[in-house]
T-cell receptor, first 114, second 112 residues
């Protein structure tokens, strides 16, 4: 069974640029959630995708957007990068999101915005 | 509103000591799920346990044990005979409608 994978592992961008992060869900999982984890903090929910549709969103501006593909992999896009976007971005997959299914996390992408 | 509080920011113990990590949660839901995750320096969140609100039975898995008490809204995690490999940040989380609400984490350092 393949776990959750993310790419790239590290990324450096400058303020104002755009970035795309990628996530492949665990085999058999159809739900992908994205989290932002600033240094020294707990992960904060960005949004969730279920069957290619956004299925909930946290308190993040519209310049954070996403996609889910038919194979359930997902992308997180961030436009007009700001210095505060520097963080670890975590992707988690689960089998739907009812009955308390567990979210399994990938290794994350460390984004540094200069 | 849902909230998770991990009051212990950092804990250091000497190897083989027992250590308990505290977690207090707030929710208005009658049915809810609680989780613990471990985050080693590599950054990946590793799932440890899931507990639903129906089941207050304590659970033991090897050196790990969890004490769930609805009366005090706590879901504490104990590591028995700690090892250096247990050094990590541990997060307690509460299930929301679409997401997990995480505490701020407890950094555990096990000193050899």
């Amino acid at each position: 069974e393949t776990g959750v994978t993310q790419s790239p592992t590290h990324l450096i961008k400058t303020r104002g640029q755009q970035v795309t992060l990628r996530c492949s869900s665990q085999s058999g999982h159809n739900t992908v959630s994205w989290y932002q984890q600033a240094l020294g903090q707990g992960p904060q929910f960005i949004f969730q995708y279920y069957r290619e549709e956004e299925n909930g969103r946290g308190n993040f501006p519209p310049r954070f957007s996403g996609l889910q593909f038919p194979n359930y992999s997902s992308e997180l896009n961030v436009n007009a990068l700001e210095l505060d976007d520097s963080a670890l971005y975590l992707c988690a997959s689960s089998l739907a999101w009812s009955g308390g299914e567990t979210q399994y996390f990938g290794p994350g992408t460390r984004l540094l915005v200069l | 509103a849902q909230k998770v509080t991990q009051a212990q920011t950092e804990i250091s113990v000497v190897e083989k000591e027992d250590v308990t990590l505290d977690c207090v949660y707030e929710t208005r839901d009658t049915t809810y799920y609680l989780f613990w995750y471990k985050q080693p320096p590599s950054g990946e969140l590793v799932f440890l346990i899931r507990r639903n609100s129906f089941d207050e039975q304590n659970e033991i898995s090897g050196r790990y044990s969890w004490n769930f008490q609805k009366s005090t809204s706590s879901f504490n995690f104990t590591i028995t005979a700690s090892q250096v490999v247990d050094s990590a940040v541990y997060f307690c989380a509460l299930r929301g409608a679409n997401n997990l609400f995480f505490g701020t984490g407890t950094r555990l350092t096990v000193i050899p």
